[in-house]
């Protein structure tokens, strides 16, 4: 999950308020008797949820129709703030929980998730469809320029007058209850898509001759790809997976996840009902709609990004392909390289060229170095410190606990979750059990910030040795924990990590870059025996597989980017063939046969189902602007230049308050540049 994670638990916050006593048995309805009010999880039980989620919702009503009920003209105070800080037992509750069944999993856990989303999703709709609450929030938003709002007010304002339009609160009375079909319909078919994306997969594996099987899962499918050399059983596994979901089987034997689970009507109808959606709401396409609400703003920014990098990297590929070809033709004079080709003769490439004993590398990469070095890249950017606390609550007694002080004064909580147990899920990521911001008082509630990994476990001789990935991951989700420790924000709903999607891997992924630099590799990454400093030989290895492969990989990511794009820019309804559809859009861009979009439209998940609609091309962005940030503290010839930091400091700080496209301007004092992105993937 690196990279990509953003449950929406982080953005749930928690308020130090009252509540009632009605049912001292439950912890969700006291105070947290607590230091810093950390939610006390040893009283926590799981039957304590769903009464806890119930009134919570109950609660929030009964605040929203006081709002609505109010005689008196809506105003800032009891319309937006109101709206603002309601809720607040549910966010607890929720927090608390959705945290947990992530880390603390049981089928106890799993049984509340799936009774309560429901009632939370049509919870929610009620609100976003409440046209007596929108009003309100519309008359006070009409006259915003009288009402002498602070920048942050006003930005409070807007953004929640955007967010009801955006749900759908200003369509016609006339083609409100089209648009409400819109919604079941495109929510019934994601669902749809994504069963069949997940039986097409789970319908095909295949007996190898040695008694193990292959199947469509990716860590499975692609081991096999880079090491089988039996080349018509590599196309033919090869079909199985990319003809997925597509209705056409291309190998012989035909197989059922091609044409069982065929959503290229799916694909058809889901398109057309989002730009149909998007018409309603005002936007000529579907990605108009959703760029509306992140940095990139408009396709044609989308499109120029994507293309800036487009150029080097297929040049880059079509390099790679020449070497893979030379190396097929050694093996199978006269053959053409095919698609089920690159991956094998690129592995091959690779272990030959660039290989690193994993044996070699991790002793210089133990946990407990790679964290401390983290924790020195903030101490020296902005002048955090970190002390392990063992006396705070703790819901599992793996999970380690850090006050963070800036200077005398703690500045947050931060739990480390380091190594995998069962009833945790797979992948590294950050979350809050409370975020930061000022209650109505004024007063600054301290952020709670939890940190979940799957790292290698210590052994009885040995402490946990990690790879340099998964060094990177730790750098990478203490970037997510720095933006939601440092933010120093009013409204919760604007605070910490409360930003638009291609904006919120800032942050994360530009701590990688100092993970990675070899000066200060040589700070953190020390023998774990020796204590020796890494040294400079194995650095430049390190460096040298990283850029491997990049113009592949680039250039899979971006024609996936493309192809996304070019579905949601579509003005009018039409019939689609997805097959031709993607064929048309792949040549139009030039790709190279040898090469196919990352993911084929009929199992394209996430531009489907998972929210990366018009949106897959954030990976691309955030890479853009990672890259310049850094490239920024290497122009100044200081990796923790105190101006710079102090800078970008600001911009981890205002969260979502101020529009983040300025915060970057302001960091940068220009517009992002591609030129670092292509010299880190070594295509300049
Ligand atoms: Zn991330």
Redesign the pocket.
Known sequence: M?????IAAAALVLLAGCKDKKDMSNPFFSEWNTPYEIPDFSRIKTEHYMPAFREGMERQKAEIDAIVNNPEAPTFENTVLAYEYSGQLLREVGSVFFNLSECENSPEMEAIAEEVTPLLSAHEDDIALNAALFARIKAVYDQRESLGLNPEQMRLLTEQYKGFVRGGANVPASQQARFRQLNEQIASLTLQFAQNVLKATNAYSKELADGTKVTLDMPTWEPFMQTCPDRALREEVWHAFTDRCSGTCATEGSNRSSTEYDNTAIIDKLVNLRLERANILGFPTHADWVLDDCLAKTPANVYQCLMDIWGPALKVAKQERDIYQRMLSNDEPGAKLQPWDWRYYSEKYRVEKYAIDDAEVRPYFALDSVREGAFMVANRLYGLSFRERTDLPTYDKEARCFEVLQGDSTVGILYMDFHPRASKRSGAW?TEFRGQHRDLEGNNIMPIIQVVCNFTKPTADRPSLLNFDESETLF??FG?ALHGLLSNCTYPSLAGTNVPRDF??LP??VMENWCRHPQVMKLYAHHYQTGAAIPDELIQKIAAAQTYGQGFMTVELLAASLLDMDYYTLTEPQHIDPLAFEEAAMNKIGLIPEIISRYRSPYFQHIFTTGYDAGYYSYTWTAILDADAFEAFAESGDLFNPELAAKFRHLLESGNTVEPMELYRAFRGKDPSPKALLKRKGMM
Do not use: A, C, G, N
């Not at 690196?2 to 953003?6: D, E, G, N, P, V």
């Open positions: 690196k990279r990509t994670l953003f950050m990478h989700e997510h919120v891997e994360s992924q």
